[in-house]
Structure formats: structure tokens, C-alpha cells
């Protein structure tokens, strides 16, 4: 007998129509999601130790970590940075990471809509006090101007700038 679906599909239908809805006015109304959602990363950098296993645990290459060594020798966080729109959300990297409290965790902000590219990155960046600071390394001055500096046989594009690389880090 045709028609046997459509009158079951307008049955449902029917029923529907008289429960209460269960529809959220998002984005007026946030969610209420459950706890272990995953959504947007939270990083708490004072408990980094810069070991760089969340980013060799991410298999698309997302976390880049830049640390220096101190007069100890000890790590040093300078830079924790997430690229947000190759993200799987796969949670390898909480699950690497070694701290306690976790260094990396999900939280439930799943908003994570933007309007420019530049967005998507999720940079941290840890400030030391004056005499934990690194100096820059720094390219050999030049004497005179940088064009003459060019023009004098050095190597050509040599301004004598700050490379910003940190000392000891990837």
C-alpha cells in the first residue's frame, strides 16, 4: 500500500507538534553543554614545562612551543602557540601532556567562529622578570648605515637587526 510512510512520517510529525520544545536560541542563549564537552583549549602556561610532547603528540603539526634555557639550564617557556583551523580536536595532546594539573585542557567554549584569518591562532606568551630575561641574539653591527653595509661586500639584505629567535628553542 503506498502512502503507508507518509502517513507515519505526518503521524510523528503530529505528535511532535504538541510536546514542549526543545530548541536553543543560540547564540542569545549559550548551551548547556555537558562537562567532559570538548570545545576550545584552555593552557595554563606557569605550569609548562616546556617539553614539547603535546606538539609531537598532534598529528597535524598544530602546537608549536618556543622555550630558551636559563643559567641553570633549565627549559623556559617563551611562546606557546595553537593553530586552531587544522585542529582535530582529537585530545592527543591533553592526554601527552605530563603536568598536574594539566598544563593543556579542553574547556567548554565551542564558539570558535572569527572573522579574519589571523584569528584561528591561539598564541601564549610567558614574561619573566628582568633577570630571568634572555637577550636577543643579535646579527654582528655594521659599521655606517645598513646601505652601506650591503654595498660593502657583506651579505646582501644584512641590516644588523634582532633575529627574535629564542636561545636554544625550535
Same mark, same amino acid.
Given at each position: 500500500?503506498?502512502?503507508?510512510?507518509?502517513?507515519?512520517?505526518?503521524?510523528?510529525?503530529?505528535?511532535?507538534?504538541?510536546?514542549?520544545?526543545?530548541?536553543?536560541?543560540?547564540?542569545?542563549?549559550?548551551?548547556?553543554?555537558?562537562?567532559?564537552?570538548?570545545?576550545?583549549?584552555?593552557?595554563?602556561?606557569?605550569? =609548562?614545562?616546556? +617539553?614539547? /610532547? !603535546?606538539?609531537? %603528540? &598532534? #598529528?597535524?603539526?598544530?602546537?608549536?612551543?618556543?622555550?630558551?634555557? *636559563?643559567?641553570?639550564?633549565?627549559?623556559?617557556?617563551?611562546?606557546?602557540?595553537?593553530?586552531?583551523?587544522? =585542529?582535530?580536536? +582529537?585530545? /592527543? !595532546?591533553?592526554? %601527552? &601532556? #605530563?603536568?598536574?594539573?594539566?598544563?593543556?585542557?579542553?574547556?567548554? *567554549?565551542?564558539?570558535?567562529?572569527?572573522?579574519?584569518?589571523?584569528?584561528?591562532?591561539?598564541?601564549?606568551?610567558?614574561?619573566?622578570?628582568?633577570?630571568?630575561?634572555? %637577550?636577543?641574539?643579535?646579527?654582528?653591527?655594521?659599521?655606517?648605515?645598513?646601505?652601506?653595509?650591503?654595498?660593502?661586500?657583506?651579505?646582501?639584505?644584512?641590516?644588523?637587526?634582532?633575529?627574535?629567535?629564542?636561545?636554544?628553542?625550535?
Amino acid at each position: 500500500m503506498y502512502g503507508l510512510g507518509l502517513l507515519k512520517g505526518l503521524g510523528v510529525s503530529l505528535k511532535r507538534f504538541w510536546m514542549p520544545k526543545i530548541t536553543q536560541k543560540y547564540p542569545e542563549v549559550q548551551p548547556d553543554l555537558p562537562q567532559r564537552s570538548k570545545g576550545s583549549f584552555k593552557y595554563d602556561k606557569d605550569t =609548562c614545562t616546556s +617539553c614539547e /610532547l !603535546c606538539s609531537m %603528540a &598532534c #598529528p597535524n603539526g598544530v602546537i608549536k612551543v618556543e622555550w630558551h634555557k *636559563d643559567e641553570s639550564g633549565k627549559k623556559r617557556l617563551d611562546r606557546y602557540r595553537m593553530n586552531l583551523g587544522h =585542529c582535530l580536536f +582529537c585530545g /592527543l !595532546c591533553v592526554e %601527552a &601532556c #605530563p603536568t598536574t594539573p594539566k598544563s593543556i585542557d579542553f574547556k567548554t *567554549d565551542f564558539a570558535l567562529g572569527c572573522w579574519r584569518k589571523e584569528d584561528i591562532y591561539r598564541i601564549w606568551t610567558k614574561s619573566y622578570p628582568a633577570a630571568e630575561a634572555v %637577550a636577543p641574539v643579535m646579527a654582528p653591527a655594521a659599521t655606517g648605515s645598513p646601505a652601506a653595509a650591503g654595498s660593502a661586500g657583506g651579505a646582501s639584505g644584512s641590516t644588523g637587526v634582532a633575529s627574535g629567535a629564542p636561545e636554544g628553542g625550535n
